[in-house]
């Protein structure tokens, strides 16, 4: 890991946090892809229950790159030419591969995103997740599966990105928690490699 790659985590997998984009592009790409990207909000099953996701969502990627998690099955869209430079430019950096691409889009401080772990069969052993915030800063929040009180909180915002890896899908999970306070828009681009 290069030094400006520091690892996050105390223990248990690797995250790590660079600024990618300037705030103008930031902006520029979040305006593109909120006006392009046909936006959904999916039913999931929670604890049996079927509830709307507290966002939108749309999932891109090859074909036969179809993801599940929570009773969802979701076919791929083709690769928009943004996103597809925001691929290749985050390959790049984080020195990986990947083969598509789940896009949340957080309205406001009530749109939020509970806790989980991206550890889905799809992904395989120790998938690398590479996660790129356009838009308002929200506080995200790692937390450790097992010893739920140790925590690593921390802020993503305009052009941030976050690459978790090693074991870190499978030892932490992470969210994006709702607030009262007025905020305004976020959009997440989270890029994995779906194997099979």
């Known amino acids: 890991m290069s030094p400006n790659k520091e ?5 248990d997998g690797i995250a790590w946090k660079i600024k990618l984009l300037e705030k103008e ?15 959904k909000q999916e039913k999931i099953f929670i604890f049996g229950r079927e509830v709307l996701q507290p966002r939108l969502s749309a999932w891109f990627g090859g074909e036969g790159k179809s993801y599940s998690y ?4 979701l076919e791929p869209k083709d690769w928009s030419p943004i996103l597809f430079e925001l691929k290749t430019l985050i390959e790049k950096v984080s020195e990986r591969s990947f083969n598509s691409a789940l896009l949340n889009y957080y309205r406001d401080g009530k749109d939020s995103m509970g806790w989980h772990r991206d ?8 998938p690398v997740v590479a996660s790129l915030s356009l838009g308002q800063k929200r506080r995200f929040i790692m937390r450790h599966y097992e010893n739920k009180r140790l925590k690593v909180p921390m802020e993503l915002g305009e052009g941030d990105l976050l690459v978790m890896e090693g074991e870190s899908q499978h030892k932490w999970e992470h969210g994006v928690p709702k607030t009262a306070k007025e905020l305004g828009p976020r959009l997440n681009i989270t890029l994995r490699n779906i194997k099979f």
């Open 70 to 73: 929570s009773g969802l099955n």
């Open 25 to 39: 592009r930031s902006k520029e790409l979040m305006k593109s892809l909120v006006d392009d990207v046909k936006w």
């Open 7 to 11: 690892n996050l985590l105390p223990k």
């Open 119 to 126: 550890n889905e069969k799809e992904l395989g052993q120790n």
